[in-house]
């Protein structure tokens, strides 16, 4: 058992993954359960560096229970700063260890191209990612401008960090972050895209094509959704302006190669696959429970005071974001930035020198971060969402969104 736990990415892959699942959830639960003992006070600057480490002994210990696993030691870092986010993204201590510890959390297939992991809390509400040694070093030093970013604009894009921890176990550490999970499973995404704004090799593999849900990228987007998605104006603006906002911030981290997840859930064609499926099939019609943490559904991220309605109405948006196709579908977006602890000065510098004597460097995804986050900002405003005109004049029949002036 313990050559399993040591290497994750080895097989036997049942017992390694829920060595490790019951690791996390004993380490969450010591760590929480004792910084509520502490009391609340400011996030001051060296609660930033601080990691807090503890034993976990198979046969337990005067801090920590029994358990079935191998030894393992546990570490969090930056607990009060994470604390502080937590509960500025209004999640509670008791939700959080109730959502990620009360039951086994779910392993996601679908891994990233990373090869990291993704576990998936069973009420939806959080994504768990292993991430590599470098990646959770970088969110380490991004955390003193994350938290004044998040204290001047909670509604944002970017993803949520609601904890960082590792599990060292038989001389192999396995760093985990816990984040805000952006597609909710109880909603069924018709289409997936990871957009950089980039066009250079960016179109989903043979492989990724042959899922059963696959990510597609930038030319299949301008190849499937030519005339791009329709949002009414002031859904469109709020949108706009975060991604002005977010990119900002990240360029101010010399951060790229982030790509914005798309996920479009298309209402009409669900009614359309329900009554094709006659009511026969299991098809699951109750409501999918509100996501409990603040700030964390798309909608949220991208509207203060949610003006609901505008153009579109629909009864439940399920945090989506209501948009239409160019048929005049309704669709809802579920949207995020994704990616952003690839840290451009520790690995980007070497691709671009040769990428760009190998292609035209204006349109490879790694560029400067001032260039990237312009070039990203502009596809996503000017190609992938468009502004459907508020109230088209009775004159202009047609296609709904069909007389939008294109943005030049």
Not at 104 to 124: H, K, M, Q, R
Not at 391 to 405: E, H, I, Q, T, Y
Request: charged letters at 25%; glycine letters at 6%.
């Amino acid at each position: 058992h313990s050559a399993a736990l040591s290497d994750p990415f080895s097989l036997p892959f049942q017992t390694t993954s829920s060595a490790l699942k019951g690791a996390i959830q004993l380490g969450i639960t010591h760590t929480v359960g004792s910084l509520s003992t502490k009391p609340e006070r400011d996030v001051l600057m060296q609660d930033f560096y601080v990691v807090e480490s503890i034993f976990f002994p198979s046969e337990g210990s005067n801090l920590t229970p029994a358990h079935h696993y191998n030894d393992f030691r546990f570490k969090t870092y930056a607990p009060v700063a994470f604390r502080y986010f937590r509960e500025l993204f209004g999640i509670r201590p008791d939700d959080y260890l109730y959502s990620l510890c009360s039951e086994p959390l779910i392993e996601l297939s679908n891994s990233g191209a990373s090869g990291s992991l993704f576990y998936v809390s069973s009420d939806d509400e959080f994504i768990i990612k292993t991430v590599q040694h470098k990646e959770a070093e970088f969110l380490q030093k991004l955390l003193p401008g994350y938290y004044m970013n998040l204290n001047q604009n909670p509604r944002t894009l970017l993803p949520k960090f609601y904890g960082l921890y590792c599990v060292q176990a038989g001389g192999k550490n396995i760093r985990i972050v816990v984040m805000n999970n952006l597609l909710p499973r109880s909603v069924k995404m018709h289409l997936k895209y990871d957009l950089k704004g980039s066009t250079y090799k960016r179109r989903a593999s043979q492989k990724e094509r042959e899922k059963v849900f696959p990510t597609y990228k930038d030319l299949d987007f301008m190849q499937d959704i030519p005339d791009g998605l329709f949002l009414d104006s002031d859904m469109y603006n709020a949108l706009c302006k975060t991604l002005q906002r977010d990119c900002l911030v990240l360029q101010s981290f010399k951060i790229m190669d982030y790509s914005l997840l798309v996920a479009i859930h298309n209402i009409d064609l669900a009614q359309r696959e329900h009554a094709m499926a006659d009511g026969t099939s299991q098809t699951d019609t109750r409501r999918p429970a509100a996501q409990k943490a603040l700030y964390s559904t798309a909608m949220e991220s991208i509207q203060g005071e949610a003006r609901r309605g505008g153009t579109i109405e629909t009864d439940d948006q399920m945090g989506g974001i209501p948009a239409r196709n160019a048929k005049g579908e309704r669709l809802l977006l579920y949207i995020g930035i994704i990616d952003v602890l690839q840290s451009y000065r520790l690995v980007k510098k070497l691709e671009h020198s040769w990428k760009a004597l190998v292609h035209d460097g204006d349109t490879v995804s790694v560029h400067r971060p001032s260039f990237y986050a312009e070039r990203f900002q502009r596809f996503m405003c000017n190609t992938a969402f468009k502004k459907i005109p508020l109230k088209p004049s009775p004159s202009k029949k047609g296609r709904p969104g069909m007389a939008v002036p294109r943005r030049s």
